[in-house]
């Protein structure tokens, strides 16, 4: 079963909705993130936004390294490799975007 990319956009790929359950920032939908809700998510997460932006750029880079891997693995039967792709596609656009917006400079949106 692919539980561990599973956690990361449950409700996305299975069509129940697109809000995260935490806001990232002000913002509850990945698209709607601007450079601003990583200050206020820092600020709230009590560490300091140059730190979650190398963490946010890590995660995302790594995982569009990995999750296209993944969804082709072997162990899994052809209909979760099938799941798995949408999985990977899904989490493709959010690190893209939250990518994109960790490279911007707070206040300039």
Same mark, same amino acid.
């Given at each position: 079963?692919?539980?561990?990319?599973?956690?990361?956009?449950?409700?996305?790929?299975?069509?129940?909705?697109? =809000?995260?359950?935490?806001?990232?920032?002000?913002?509850?939908?990945? =698209?709607?993130?601007?450079?601003?809700?990583?200050? %206020?998510?820092?600020?709230?997460?009590?560490?300091?936004?140059?730190?979650?932006?190398?963490?946010?750029?890590?995660?995302?880079?790594?995982?569009?390294?990995?999750?296209?891997?993944?969804?082709?693995?072997?162990?899994?039967?052809?209909?979760?490799?099938?799941?798995?792709?949408? %999985?990977?596609?899904? %989490?493709?656009?959010?690190?893209?975007?939250?990518?994109?917006?960790?490279? =911007?400079?707070?206040?300039?949106?």
């Amino acid at each position: 079963m692919p539980a561990p990319a599973y956690d990361l956009v449950c409700t996305r790929v299975y069509d129940m909705g697109s =809000e995260m359950a935490m806001a990232f920032g002000n913002a509850f939908l990945v =698209e709607d993130v601007v450079a601003d809700d990583l200050t %206020i998510f820092a600020e709230e997460a009590g560490i300091a936004r140059d730190t979650l932006v190398e963490e946010l750029k890590a995660l995302a880079t790594a995982v569009r390294a990995h999750a296209p891997i993944l969804a082709k693995s072997d162990v899994y039967t052809q209909q979760e490799r099938t799941l798995l792709r949408k %999985i990977a596609t899904s %989490i493709e656009g959010r690190a893209v975007h939250l990518l994109k917006v960790a490279s =911007e400079s707070p206040g300039k949106e």
